[in-house]
Structures are given as structure tokens and as C-alpha cells.
């Protein structure tokens, strides 16, 4: 049976609110149709075939641009760029940060990837590279890229993120700054390469190893631990990102890729593997990526990016455009395996409806969720919380400063905290429209 609008009543029934401030159910998306996307985006749906047909607009009058050798994006997504921690290249470390409120998807372009650099990227001549393999195995190994290419490899499509990534979050009071600025330090790609196992297997693993210690080709020679068990399971030795060789900045010609664990033990420019039977406690594990907690302790190691999510449409810097229907959408993710549920408010946590999972769902990959709103022009709070697999929830601020800290100014050691959040994050509509960031 129809109404008098041509929805049938199920798609009524969807459009109803689902949880308070006007969320609407998840559903609307499978079943609304036309009529739904015109209520959110506010187009009018054609009543024939036979409409007044569009003007021939200029571009459409005149031959176009030749195809390119290597295809270039359109000048007028020109915007839609990094933002640079250093942009003048001075001797310190440099920031890029993926501007995730101008995409959507689940896949981060190559060129939009974030990229960490501590001195620069070196420019490796690959047929010059070589990947060492030695230490406690029975036959120590050099591989150049020719020799990796003739192995079988494997697709891993798979989130990176920076362990510092969103720690302006750990500050006292909310950073007025974009999605792209608190939370730019992670993008997700499709990464092929080698099997690390497969390597470790030809090698032959001494019985008493128990860890790796992966060195990079950058001057610094970032170097990091990892557990062996991790290195035989699905570690991988990096050639291609999204299809085409990986990117000076992630770690050309080859990197290694431990799928959800912190960015920076995922060594780019990997050169060396040394199988030992202890961590290396190494510069940068045992200096800058050893998080102060409160009571004066520090992780020694810390591994696994916890399940998190972010709401990167509507957020700061993307206005509301007047009450009506929107998309609430953004990405998830955890280093424990696949998303299980992405719930969203709009009352600041007082009510909570489900989101929407974008297909497929991958393991340690972002997973895209969307869920309706109808937005009254009145004043709201956005948030969104994420499950995994495992059965992790993302915690409130609340519960995560009280075991992590904040970052202060004034003694005691909290002044140094700045990794590793995943807390639920807020972005507060006024009632002109402008988003903020607001601690919920």
C-alpha cells in the first residue's frame, strides 16, 4: 500500500527517529530510494522522462584535454591537499596529514597518505636497495627487489596510524581545529608484498629467537622491535600501495607493513632484519614511543591500535547549511580485526542509534559508517562509538584520561602524554551551522 506521496509504509516506518535530535534508522538508506535522497539532499526527482533537457554548457561544446601518460586530478580539487608540519623542511621532523573531511570511501589515495618522516625522504635508488636478514636464523640472506618480485605475493588491505595520532584530544581544553588536524595521522590502503613468514621460513629461524628488529635506510635509521609471533603471522614486506609502487614517503622502494599495530614499527625503507632473541630497546621504542602515564610509569612496548572511530561529515570547518536531512558518516577501525557496530548520537551521548556499515567490513581496515539525520537547525552534539570484533568498545574521554592522563603544563609527568588515543570524540552544531569541537 502506498501514501499519498508514493512511499510505501515501511519507508515511513524508516524515516521515523531512531534515537533522539532526530537520528533516523539506518534503514532509510536501504529502502528510501529516490524520495529519501531527495529529502536529504534536497534535489527535486524528475516526474517524466520527457523533463526540458539541460543546456549545452561551454566544456561540453569544444574538444577536451588529451589523456595524460600518468593521470592527474581535476585542477578544481586542487584544495584537497596535506597539511604540512614543516613545510620549509627544516632539519626536525615533518607531519603530512590526510585530509579526511574532503574524502570518502574507505581507501586513502596514494598522494593523500600520511606520511611521519624524522629526517626527510631519502631518495633510495631500488636496483641499489637490499634487505638483510640475519641473526639467529641458519643461513643470514640479501634480497634485492628483483630476487622479492619473483615471490608469491599477498594483498592486505590495512589501516596505518601514527601512535601520536589525535593527541591534541589529550589536551585540557577542546582544540578548535579540523578532522584533518586532530586525527590526520591515519589512512588506510591496499598493500602487496611478501609474506615476512615466508622469508623467516627460507631463512630458518633459530628456536631461541623470540624477536626481530627492523632497521630503516633513512638517516636516522629508525629502528623498532617486533614480537616474532607478529612477524609470522601477517607481516608483510610492502612493494605496492593501492596498485602502484609505494610512495617515497611510506617507505619506496619497500616497507614493512604490520597491519593494526602503531605506524612507526611498520619500518619504512626497511633494509635490515636482525632475528634476536630479545627487543633491541632501541632509541625511538625506548624514548619516543614510550607513552608516560600517570604515577610516573611508561609502556614499554605498546602494540595494537585500538578500535576508534570519527565523525568526519558534518565537522569542523564543513558548515551546516541550513535544518533538513543530512549524512552523519566517518571511518572505524581496530588493530583487534573487523568492526562490529558503529552506534551514533546527535544529544551528546543521551541516545544512540546504529549506523550503517559500508561493505565490505575488512579486518584492520577502515570501515565506513553512515546514518540519517534530521537536523531541526537547534543546537546538537555528534558523536559516534565503535565495537570490534573482539569485543572492544571505544571508551569515553572520561575512562580514558583517568588511566592515560592529560597533557598539562605543570608537573607531574601527565605533561608528557601523547599516545595512543581512542576515546569518543565530539563535534558540537550551533545553531548557525558552524561545528566544533567540544570534549562530550
Keep these: 500500500m502506498k501514501t499519498t506521496d508514493n512511499r510505501s509504509k515501511q519507508e515511513w516506518k524508516d524515516l521515523e527517529a531512531a534515537a533522539g535530535n532526530g537520528l533516523v534508522d539506518r534503514r532509510a538508506f536501504l529502502r528510501g530510494g529516490a524520495a529519501f535522497a531527495a529529502a536529504i539532499t534536497g534535489y527535486s ?27 592527474k586530478r581535476s585542477h578544481y580539487e586542487e584544495k584537497v591537499v596535506r597539511s604540512l608540519s614543516n613545510p620549509n623542511g627544516e632539519p626536525r621532523t615533518q607531519h603530512a596529514r590526510t585530509p579526511h573531511h574532503l574524502l570518502n570511501g574507505t581507501f586513502t589515495p596514494n598522494s593523500l597518505h600520511f606520511v611521519i618522516s624524522h629526517a626527510g625522504d631519502p631518495d633510495i635508488d631500488p636496483d641499489q636497495h637490499r634487505l638483510v636478514i640475519h641473526g639467529l636464523v641458519k643461513q643470514p640472506l640479501v634480497f634485492t627487489l628483483d630476487a622479492l618480485a619473483r615471490y ?10 601514527c601512535g601520536g595520532n589525535s593527541a591534541p584530544l589529550f589536551s585540557l581544553e577542546p582544540i578548535q581545529a579540523s578532522v584533518q588536524a586532530l586525527h590526520g595521522l591515519v589512512s588506510c590502503a591496499e598493500w602487496t608484498g611478501v609474506p615476512l613468514s615466508t622469508l623467516l621460513d627460507e631463512a630458518g629461524v633459530d628456536p631461541k629467537a623470540k ?3 627492523a632497521e630503516g635506510g633513512d638517516p636516522p635509521h629508525v629502528s623498532r622491535s617486533v614480537p616474532l609471533a607478529k612477524a609470522m603471522d601477517d607481516a608483510m614486506i610492502a612493494l605496492y600501495q593501492n596498485g602502484e609502487r609505494i610512495m617515497p614517503g611510506n617507505g619506496y622502494p619497500l616497507r614493512l607493513l604490520l597491519p593494526g599495530w602503531e605506524g612507526n614499527m611498520n619500518t619504512k625503507w626497511v633494509r635490515r632484519l636482525q632475528v634476536t632473541d630479545q627487543p633491541g630497546m632501541t632509541f625511538y ?5 614510550a607513552p608516560v602515564l600517570p604515577g610516573g610509569k611508561a609502556y614499554r612496548f605498546y602494540f595494537i591500535q585500538e578500535v576508534k572511530s570519527f565523525i568526519t561529515h558534518p565537522s569542523p570547518g564543513l558548515a551546516m547549511k541550513g535544518p533538513g536531512f543530512y549524512e552523519i558518516s566517518g571511518v572505524a577501525y581496530s588493530g583487534n580485526g573487523r568492526i562490529a557496530k558503529v552506534t551514533v548520537s546527535a544529544d551528546g551521548g543521551k541516545s544512540w542509534a546504529q549506523a550503517a556499515l559500508q561493505q565490505p567490513v575488512l579486518s584492520k581496515a577502515f570501515t565506513r559508517f553512515r546514518a540519517p539525520w534530521r537536523w531541526d537547525g537547534g543546537p546538537a552534539v555528534l558523536q559516534s562509538r565503535a565495537w570490534d570484533e573482539a569485543g572492544n568498545v571505544q571508551p569515553t574521554r572520561a575512562q580514558l584520561v ?17 599516545q595512543h588515543y581512542n576515546a569518543i570524540v565530539s563535534w558540537s552544531i550551533e545553531r548557525g551551522g558552524e561545528v566544533k569541537h567540544v570534549y562530550g
Design 285 to 289: 621504542e625506548a624514548r619516543t614511543y
Design 211 to 213: 624477536w626481530i628488529v
Design 152 to 161: 608469491p605475493m599477498v594483498s592486505r588491505m590495512a589501516f596505518v596510524e
Design 45 to 71: 526527482v524528475a516526474k517524466s522522462a520527457f523533463a526540458e533537457p539541460l543546456a549545452d554548457d561551454p566544456w561540453s561544446k569544444v574538444p577536451g584535454a588529451l589523456s595524460p601518460p600518468y593521470e
Design 402 to 418: 583517568a588511566g592515560r592522563g592529560e597533557t598539562t603544563k605543570v608537573p607531574p609527568v601527565t605533561a608528557f602524554v601523547s
